[in-house]
């Protein structure tokens, strides 16, 4: 077995190889990681509202679109990451770019009455 081999290796090739397969795996787009999905969500109801919780560091309020339509609420937005121009990064894994994330509502909603919030990189969503 081929990594039956690889893994009794000692010494200086073992050390060169974990240090290029930590690389490799490092630079791997936010998508391929072990992280679910992006934002991470809580959902809950009290009362006659539902009510959304959405983790979204490094997110602006410019750069979200909410929108509730057909039972599903539609969170998009984009996190920029700006880096001088000569910037070598050594590790990079939080993600930049755009995002969508699609839930499907357990009920139906008063769109109109919709009110969001933005602090501290947590996005709390009332839904009616």
Do not use: C
């Amino acid at each position: 077995m081929v990594f039956g081999r690889v893994s009794n290796l000692r010494g200086p090739w073992r050390e060169e190889l974990d240090r290029h397969f930590s690389d490799l795996l490092g630079t791997l787009p936010a998508r391929l990681s072990t992280s679910p999905v992006f934002p991470a969500l809580n959902v809950w109801e009290v009362g006659d509202n539902l009510y959304a919780e959405a983790e979204l560091p490094g997110v602006k309020q410019e750069d979200l679109d909410i929108s509730v339509a057909g039972g599903e609420l539609t969170i998009k937005g984009r996190r920029q990451f700006a880096a001088e121009e000569g910037t070598t990064f050594h590790r990079r894994e939080r993600a930049a770019g755009e995002f969508t994330r699609v839930l499907r509502l357990p009920v139906e909603v008063d769109s109109q009455r919709v009110e969001a919030s933005l602090k501290d990189g947590v996005l709390l969503l009332t839904l009616p």
